[in-house]
Every structure is written in C-alpha cells, then in structure tokens.
C-alpha cells in the first residue's frame, strides 16, 4: 500500500477536523498548565491551511506538507506554530518532489518531523511536550515496520503508542514552555501539545485504515 | 550600522518598544517592530519576523530582541527562512526593555552586531535600585 498526494491531502483535512471538534478540549488543558490559548490557536491556523490547500492539491507532496508549515507558522500564533510549521516543512524536505509515500517513506517523513521539533524547540523526550507523544509513535510504526505490517497497522500503532505518551505526560513535571513556570504543581496535567499531537497522529491513521 | 527587530505576541507592547528605543537612538538605527499576528491578534508570525529582519538588515546584521516563548521560537525561524546572503541575524539572551534599549543605544554608535548583543545581554545586570 502506498498514499499519494489526494490522500495526503485528506490526512490533513481529517487532521484540521479533529482539532476543530477538539478545539475546547486543548484550550482546556492548556489553561490548566498554559497559557489557554493552543486549541484557539491550533484550530485558526489549520483552518488557514485548508483554504489554501486546494491549490496544493495537485502538487507533489514535499510541496503539500511545505504549504502545511508555513501557513501554521503564520497563522498558529503561539509556540506550536514554529514547532509544528518546523515539523511539517522538515517532513516536506524528506518528501520532496514524492508522488506516493510507501511504508518505509512514512517512516522517514516522521523521524524528519520529529528532529525538526527536537531542534526548533531543544527538547527531548521526559520534558512534557508533544515530543512524548510523537517519539513511543515513531518507536512503534519502526517497529511495525519491522514486524513487516502495512502503512495502515503501523500508523495505528504509532497512533496507539501517542496516545499512551499523552497519557504519561500526566506524570511528568513541565522543564518547556510556559508550563516550566508552575514546576511541580504541573504533575497530574495532560500536556495539550502532546495531545494535539495524538490527535494529529489519530487522524492520519483513520484515513489510511480507510485507504 | 545593525539593525534591531522587536519582536513581542502583542502589537502595541512592540510599538511601545519601538517608540522608546528610536527616541533613543535619535532615529539612527532602523528599528522594525514586529508585534503580534497579521490581524492584529496576539502571537508571533514568523514570516512577519522575516520580514522584518529585511527591513532592518543594512549588511551589518539585526539584532531581535524578543518578549516570551514562541517569540523566541519564531523568531529562530525566521532567521533560519532567511536567505543568509542578505546578513546575519542572531536573537539576543535579553530582558525586553532594557535589552531593547541597550541595543538600540549601542547600534547607534555603529558598534558590531557582537557588541550589540552584548550590551543587550549586559542590561540583566542592570540595577533599578540601588
């Protein structure tokens, strides 16, 4: 199995709904811990993204993640927007001039996103960022990989695998951000960045299994 | 002589920056400020920031001086959008105000883009009261 660029697109369109419907829920828990604004934020620059993305449709799909990064880097607002527009335009570079994504493409494309979040943001994984959830996904889909499953299991493993990072962000004291400020009194919070993430994961996971 | 990019979440607070840092330096040093979104919304655009940098580079290089958090991010990535053959910009270490307007005192009397940074990250030590 492989994706092209109109399922490409339809990831990140699934990936815009889903932090739509969740838009209350992220703000939610980023006013626990933040600084109440990454559902506001996060929901305003991936509706910016879908009104440009169908003239990216026809594009090759380094150009489509590319138009994905900068628009959230100028849309977003607030720190995820360098972080996930880094994200994207790194995944972009590793897609480049790419028509179709096979599984181990994927696989590239997402370690490349996760460095850029890595350098942008000079985390690491244990720091109660969105790197907890992205860092056990990427674990799991090379895994799977390994394990000889298809892009559609392992991106659901990977998706399952966030899920579990966001959950543990719970226990883990903020070191970055606007979190750091609270210290100890930020155990017990789920991080909204990491569950942006899982969402983001959750929803290109559903649109390959439909594949 | 460098030039210097204030970059805050809001629009006003990098206007008010502005207007205290160029009375300053006599309107000597190009000051850009580069506050808030597009639409005026609180945050930081990257791309604004870039822009900025454009606007403030003269080939000695652009110090930005930025508020909190994603200011700094963003403008990390903003340097790295630039094309590097227009000159280098580097983000100062600084408290806003103060660095802001040691930067601006110190680019005006055509030092480096290195002993600008400096005296930027100098003014942590400043004392209010002694």
Redesign the interface.
């Known amino acids: 199995m492989t994706i092209d660029g109109g399922s490409v697109t339809d990831m990140i369109k699934a990936m815009a709904r889903a932090l739509a419907e969740n838009k209350e829920y992220l703000t939610e828990l980023d006013s626990a811990i933040g600084d109440a604004?990454h559902g506001i934020?996060m929901d305003r620059g991936m509706k910016a993204v879908l009104s440009r993305l169908p003239s990216a449709e026809d594009e090759d799909i380094g150009s489509i993640l590319k138009t994905v990064g900068?628009t959230l880097?100028?849309?977003?607002?607030?720190?995820?927007?360098?972080?996930y527009?880094?994200a994207f335009m790194r995944a972009g570079q590793a897609a480049s001039g790419k028509t179709e994504l096979n599984v181990g493409d994927v696989l590239v494309l997402l370690e490349a996103a996760l460095k850029g979040i890595e350098d942008?943001?000079k985390a690491t994984v244990g720091e109660k960022t969105m790197i907890d959830a992205l860092q056990p996904a990427i674990e799991a889909y090379s895994d799977a990989v390994k394990g000889g499953m298809g892009l559609a299991e392992a991106l659901s493993r990977a998706a399952d695998a966030a899920g579990k990072g966001m959950e543990h962000t719970k226990d883990i004291i903020a070191t970055k951000?606007?979190a750091s400020y609270l210290g100890q009194r930020s155990i017990g919070h789920q991080d909204p960045g990491a569950t942006s993430t899982f969402l983001i994961l959750q929803a290109a996971a559903a649109v390959a299994s439909s594949i | 002589m460098v030039g210097i990019v204030i970059v805050s979440h809001s629009r006003q607070l990098a206007e008010g920056l502005y207007e205290l840092t160029a009375q300053l330096s006599q309107d000597r040093v190009r000051i850009i400020p580069a506050g808030g979104m597009e639409d005026g919304s609180i945050g930081t655009d990257a791309a604004r920031i870039a822009g900025a940098i454009h606007e403030a580079q003269s080939g000695d290089g652009v110090l930005l001086i930025a508020d909190l958090g994603s200011a700094v991010l963003s403008s990390d990535m903003a340097i790295e959008m630039l094309d590097e053959q227009i000159g280098k910009a580097m983000i100062a270490d600084a408290p806003f105000v103060e660095g802001g307007v040691a930067a601006a005192v110190e680019a005006s009397l055509g030092s480096s883009l290195e002993k600008v940074k400096e005296a930027a990250q100098a003014a942590r030590e400043l004392k209010k009261i002694l």
């Open positions: 604004d934020n900068m880097v100028s849309t977003v607002g607030g720190a995820a927007g360098p972080l527009g880094t942008r943001g951000g606007r």
